[in-house]
């Protein structure tokens, strides 16, 4: 299923550097959401949007920042990354309409790895 | 937010029923109960939600307490192919978040 996909998969990046994680989607939701999974904690939402320019943060947003200037695109940016951000990051949308049931798609991840 | 409490992990023998436990005491009037799932180097899927009555679906059967502090995720015959996390999570009704915990790791033995 091709709805959504992240790009890249994997990175490699030193600490200080930049980066922009990006998910795309073919669907047309309005929700889109960034997560990341580290052992032990499961998945932890870091940001969300309910629209073009709507985003609101989740429960571990310090670090990270989202843009969402079209509907398809959602991109997730580290300023400056830390160890710590070393992670797996899932995308997801939020699939309403008569089709669905108001469910989380996700994405295939994207593996971070902050030296 | 509500919470949920799971069991950090559980097995099954396959072709044998497995039953997976949610608390959610601190649930409120109009939570829905989600559960997903997450198989190994996948992205969490979908698997069932709902409010108040039992639901069933082609993946699974939902079972909810009658007071809604509990829940159970029913699935009837387990495969190999269902060993994975499984997540319950509560969405309040008119929001948009959903918050996952750790789950439940299922194991299921051939």
């Known amino acids: 299923d091709a709805g959504i996909t992240q790009s890249p998969r994997h990175k490699v990046t030193e600490t200080g550097t930049p980066v922009t994680l990006r998910c795309h989607q073919t669907e047309n939701h309005r929700y889109m959401y960034w997560y990341r999974q580290d052992p032990g904690h499961g998945l932890r939402l870091i940001h969300y949007?309910?629209?073009?320019?709507?985003?609101d943060k989740g429960e571990v947003s310090d670090g990270y920042s989202v843009s969402r200037s079209k509907t398809e695109d959602f991109l997730l940016t580290l300023e400056s990354a830390t160890s710590s951000q070393t992670s797996v990051y899932f995308c997801?949308?939020?699939?309403?309409?008569?089709?669905?049931?108001?469910?989380?798609?996700f994405g295939e991840g994207s593996r971070l790895t902050v030296l | 937010d509500a919470k949920t409490t799971q069991p950090n992990s559980m097995e099954s023998n396959e072709e044998e029923p497995v039953h997976l436990p949610c608390n959610h005491s601190t649930i409120s009037g109009t939570d829905y109960i989600h559960w997903y799932r997450q198989l190994p180097s996948q992205g969490p899927e979908y698997v069932i939600h709902?409010?108040?009555s039992n639901v069933n679906n082609r993946m699974a059967s939902l079972a909810i307490a009658e007071d809604r502090k509990s829940s159970t995720l029913i699935l009837h015959r387990a495969t190999l192919r269902d060993a994975a996390v499984y997540y319950c999570?509560?969405?309040?009704?008119?929001?948009?978040?959903?918050?996952f915990g750790t789950g439940t790791s299922l194991t299921v033995i051939p």
């Open positions: 949007s309910y629209g073009v320019k709507d985003t």
């Open positions: 999570i509560l969405r309040a009704g008119t929001g948009n978040q959903f918050y």
């Open positions: 997801a949308i939020r699939r309403t309409g008569r089709r669905y049931t108001g469910e989380l798609f």
């Open positions: 709902g409010l108040t």
